[in-house]
């Protein structure tokens, strides 16, 4: 999905969070958006979610603007930083809950289910409650949640701020991978400065609802450098 934001402005009140914002998100690629809290970048992924509507400018997937169309209809898959599972349901039935408005056959939801666990390790998992699990293996489980639909595009805000070191290290290799392997366009907010220079295939950087520098992380790095 090649996604562009034109000229979006997104205010609350007085205050406004994204101001007057250009942004082309490339076919298959994983853009960063990189900057300080508050300075706009989920309420980015939340407008290209369609959780909030923009105050002013126009949001196209693939060339059509979207704007007017609900979220279930936009075919972008979600994670955040709480991995947002029902706390009653297995994991399996967690991850089930993204295919129940689907047309598919209960053979082929088992099938992406599996296939969805599979990709995440976390088939010993699938009878256990949320409750039961570490937080690595529930924000696993929450990913393959957002997998299992086959989305046109993820959208991933701090994802993995709430684990250990060691473990962030370890899901931000299996993320990468995975993007790589389905070629799926990710918008990726960061935990760190680390996590942006380490996954992105390009970084926005942003300030006051604005974006500053825009590159890969190469070109980034060297831009701060003379600076």
Known sequence: MHIQLQNISKSYGRARAVDRLDLEVRDGELLVLLGPSGCGKTA?????????EPSSGSLLFDGDDVIARPPRLRNIALV?????????????RNIAMSLRHSDLKPAEISARIEESAAIFNINPLMDK???????GERQ??????????DPAAFLLDEP?????????LTL??????????????????????????TMGDRIAV???????????????YNLCLSG
Request: overall charge positive; cysteine-free; hydrophobic content about 45%.
């Open 140 to 149: 696993r489980v929450a990913t393959a949640k957002a997998i299992v639909r």
């Open 80 to 92: 955040f930083q709480s991995s947002l599972l029902y706390p009653h349901l297995t994991a399996r």
């Open 44 to 52: 980015v992924l939340n407008m290209i979610a369609g959780l909030t």
């Open 129 to 135: 409650l949320p409750s039961e699990l570490s937080g």
């Open 172 to 197: 931000r290799s299996e993320l990468v991978n995975l993007q790589k392997r389905l070629r799926k366009t990710t918008v990726f907010v960061p935990h760190d400065q680390t996590e942006a220079m």
């Open 206 to 220: 942003m300030r006051n609802g604005r974006i500053e520098q825009i590159g890969t992380p190469d070109e980034i």
């Open 160 to 168: 993995l701020a709430a684990l250990d070191a060691a473990l962030r």
